[in-house]
């Protein structure tokens, strides 16, 4: 997937570049309104992350420009602003998600991956992990062609799993993904070990492998390797 | 005591006194006046008297009316002085002793001496000084009485605007967006202090909102920075390239820079709230916001194995921001569930203009007054933030609800209510 990071914030965009690259998404950065512009005019992206405060230019406007331009491409809005106005607006005029600062970014990468599928097929796509097969729009898992059964938080979980596929994944970027902004994560630490341990069960019952590594201390690892 | 009081008793004590003081010197200079004329007067029939005598060579004569005497008496000695003097003479007729002024003297009269006495009633001259005495008071009073009342009603006046500039004052808040003006008044002096104070104002508010913006500005800036350490860290730890010790380092700061977002992102909030930066307004339901929230909520309510007893009004709405009325809920729900006892109680209710919960706990009642201070915590949940309830206070206050926190049967009970 090409995915354009418009991000002034150089670190910020390297890292998140460093991170996706591992994910075999090919990724290119501009840090202003101007470069951004540039790029949509020339390229065509799967993907576009994009800052809100830029330089030389607001992102809503790059938002605006694009959905002028009729150019289909994923939108995530990245802001250090959490204003319910910025989001309500990012989202009416046509981004996907909108993210605050500071963003875990195993889950920036759960959402590109939810985009991706949306956009290359078109939503009634199956996902398919060796011997795990999730069909994301009927909320629905397999191993080995047998249905898991599995609670909605449990199917959320695998999805995020395998969307982050053997990466290490903090118990505070799981339960900000399972519960939101309104859960603190040190209440939802317990109750994650348990949704895991349900999920574990369910999959190894069903013949699937253990893929499922605890990181002591950390999180969790979806472990293929 | 006001001033207005104070200048008054001053004002009356003294004319009081002055007036005393007057009213004494005033009667005897009468008096003495009142004398002299009588004097003269008798000085007068003397020399009449001595002309009569010299006429008609009678003793004894005795003027016709009680009001003027004369006493004639022969005495050997002669050329004694004119003597004055006040005397009580009884008056028969009314049975009493009446104020009489005498003149004494002795003349010759065909060689014989004799010592004359006139006397001059006083009585009508008496009752004329103190019928004037009387009317001065009278005027005096009025005059002192008529003085007090327009001082009081101007001073009222004059003061009205320096009340008016106390009052503004007293109930004068920094984060009120609404401009300090003072009257414009027409003594130099409050005029004055009006513009001083004006002018205090102002730029006390001024640095205050610049202090105010700069830590907004500080708060939205560290945003930032928090991300890239965040990632960074997030990135070091799929490096898998360390020992244990190594990890563990990582994962604690990780965890404190999240820490750091939270606390960061709800500060935000807070000066938002304060900045009444959330001006839309449309019936919410709580009912609504509740459903919603304690789906969200299930994992921990069993994991807590939480007795859940809810008892909503139905279709009770209120008006106020969305976001907010969420935070309220929220913020309200997930205190009682996180400072709960494994095994207890949430009770949530939602009736006419109040809402409710009430959850079991510690076994003590918390402070009232710390309760809704930012950063308190109590010492059994040292994770929380400290801020749920601030938040709590502070919509509460934007939208003038009352919020308060009772502890009874061992239930922490926490309402609002929507006054």
Redesign the interface.
């Known amino acids: 997937m090409k995915i354009l990071i418009i991000e002034d914030e150089k670190s910020l965009s390297d890292a998140i570049v460093e991170y996706l690259d591992g994910e075999g998404h090919l990724c290119e950065v501009v840090y202003t309104f101007e470069e951004a512009v540039e790029k949509i005019e020339l390229y065509q992206y799967d993907c576009m992350v994009v800052d809100i405060n830029l330089p030389d230019g607001s992102g809503l406007d790059l938002i605006r420009l694009i959905k002028k331009r009729s150019i289909t491409v994923g939108i995530i809005v990245v802001s250090a602003r959490n204003s319910l106005d910025n989001k309500i607006e990012g989202l009416e005029i046509g981004a996907d998600h909108y993210l605050t600062k500071p963003f875990h970014l195993a889950e920036l990468n759960a959402h590109l991956k939810s985009i991706h599928r949306r956009i290359s097929f078109n939503g009634s796509n199956e996902l398919i992990l060796n011997e795990i097969k999730l069909i994301p729009e009927a909320h629905r898992a397999f191993v080995l062609d047998q249905e898991l059964v599995l609670t909605k938080k449990e199917y959320e979980l695998l999805l995020f799993f395998i969307s982050n596929k053997n990466k290490i994944i903090t118990k505070a970027g799981l339960a900000e993904h399972l519960w939101g902004d309104h859960m603190d994560a040190a209440d939802s630490y317990d109750f994650i070990y348990t949704h895991i341990k349900n999920l574990r069960r369910e999959l190894l019952k069903k013949g699937c492998k253990d893929y499922i590594r605890t990181i002591y201390g950390l999180g969790y690892k979806f472990d293929l390797t | 005591m006001r001033l207005l009081t104070k200048t008054t008793l001053n004002l009356l004590s003294i004319s009081l006194f002055i007036y005393l003081f007057g009213v004494i010197a005033f009667y005897y200079s009468l008096r003495i006046q009142v004398d002299n004329n009588v004097n003269n007067e008798m000085e007068k029939r003397k020399q009449s008297i001595i002309r009569q005598m010299e006429e008609v060579h009678t003793s004894n004569t005795q003027p016709p009316t009680r009001n003027e005497m004369v006493v004639i008496s022969p005495v050997e000695t002669a050329g004694l002085a004119d003597t004055y003097a006040d005397t009580l003479i009884f008056n028969g007729d009314e049975k009493r002793y009446q104020l009489y002024r005498q003149l004494g003297f002795t003349e010759t009269v065909n060689n014989q001496n004799y010592y004359i006495r006139i006397y001059k009633s006083l009585e009508e001259t008496d009752r004329l000084i103190v019928r004037i005495i009387m009317i001065m008071t009278i005027l005096v009073i009025l005059l002192i009485v008529t003085l007090l009342v327009i001082n009081r009603y101007s001073s009222q006046q004059v003061w009205r605007v320096f009340y008016d500039t106390v009052d503004k004052i007293n109930r004068y808040d920094l984060n009120s967006h609404e401009a300090f003006r003072l009257e414009e008044s027409e003594v130099k002096e409050f005029s004055d202090l009006n513009r001083v104070l004006q002018t205090m104002t102002e730029r006390i508010r001024n640095d205050y909102l610049n202090l105010k913006e700069y830590t907004e500005n500080a708060s ?2 560290i ?2 920075p ?7 860290l ?2 070091l ?2 490096s ?1 390239e360390m020992n ?1 010790k190594q ?2 380092a990582l ?1 604690d700061a ?2 404190a ?2 820490r750091l ?2 606390y960061n ?1 709800t500060l ?2 807070l000066a938002k709230i304060e900045n009444k930066q ?1 001006p839309e307004s449309k019936l919410v339901s709580f009912e609504l916001i509740l459903t919603n ?1 304690l789906g ?2 299930e ?2 309510i ?2 807590k194995k939480l007795e859940v007893v809810t008892n909503f009004l139905p279709y009770a709405t209120i008006q106020m921001n969305p ?1 907010l009325a969420e935070m309220l809920v ?1 913020n309200l729900v ?1 205190n009682a569930v ?1 400072h709960n006892v494994k095994g207890g109680k949430l009770a949530i209710e939602i009736g006419q203009a109040f809402f409710q919960v009430s959850n079991t706990g510690p076994e003590q009642p918390l402070d009232n007054n710390l309760l809704f201070q930012r950063f308190y915590k109590s010492s059994a949940s040292p ?3 400290g801020l749920g309830l601030a938040i709590v206070e502070k919509i509460c206050a934007l939208y003038g609800f009352r919020v308060s926190y009772q502890f009874n049967e061992k239930m922490h009970c926490l309402r609002v209510d929507f006054v």
């Not at chain 2, 928090?226 to 960074?232: Q, R, W, Y």
């Open positions: 939205h800036e945003q930032t928090l991300a890239i350490i965040n990632s960074k997030e990135l730890l799929q898998g244990e990890y563990k994962v990780y965890e820079s999240i977002s939270k992102s935000i909030l959330f929230l969200n909520l994992d921990l069993r994991s976001y929220v997930k996180r994770e929380s933030l």
